[in-house]
C-alpha cells in the first residue's frame, strides 16, 4: 500500500532560523510529487510538482528537492507569514493526489 | 481568473436535513474533485469528475451525491448525514484531469452536523 510520511508533525522556528521539513514515501510507481501549503480554513495552495530524483526547484524562501525515498522542503530564513501547514502528496498510477499528514510551521517573530 | 469558488462558506445542518454544496471555476479546468478535511488531518479523495463524467469514487457513502452539471460546476448533495461528518469539504479543479497536474483548490465549507 502507498504511505507517505511526513515529519515533524509541528516546528517552530524563530524567524530567520532556517530548517527543513521532510516528506517519505512508499509508493509503487511514482508519477509526481507535490508540495502544498495550506493555511487555517483555507484550500490547500500549489507550491512545487517534482518528477524525478535530482530534481530541484526554488521559489522565494522555499526549495524542494526529491530523492527516490524522500522530499526535503529546505525553508531559508523564514518570516512570520510562511507559518502554514505544508502538505507533500503523492500521485502514482491513476489515482488522484494522496496527501500525507503534514507539518505545522510556526514562525515566530 | 485563477480562483474556485465555494459557498457556503460554512454550514450547519441537522441529521435529517437536506443541503447542497455549491463549486464554480472558469479557468476552463475539465476536471473537478471533492474533498473531505477533518481538523488537522490531510485532505482525503471523495470524488473526481472528468469532462463532466465521474471517473472515481473512493467508495464515500451514499448519503454524500456530487453532481456535475457542466464543466464549471460542481455541487454535493447532502442527505442524512451523521456527526461525524463534519469536517471542511475542499473542492478543486484541475485542467484536464490528468493524475501529474496541479489541483487548485476552493477555500472551502466548514460543515457542521448536530
Known sequence: ???????????RLQEGESSSLNCSYTVSGLRGLFWYRQDPGKGPEFLFTLYSAGEEKEKERLKATLTKKESFLHITAPKPEDSATYLCAVITGRRAL???????LQVQP | DTEVTQTPKHLVMGMTNKKS?????HMGHRAMYWYKQKAKKPPELMFVYSYEKLS????VPSRFSPECPNSSLLNLHLHALQPEDSALYLCASSQEGATNEKLFFGSGTQLSVL
Request: with cysteine.
Open chain 1, 98 to 104: 494522496t496527501f500525507g499528514s503534514g507539518t505545522r
Open chain 1, 1 to 11: 500500500e502507498d504511505q507517505v510520511t511526513q515529519s515533524p508533525e509541528a516546528l
Open chain 2, 56 to 59: 472515481i469514487n473512493e467508495s
Open chain 2, 21 to 25: 454544496l455549491k463549486c464554480e471555476q
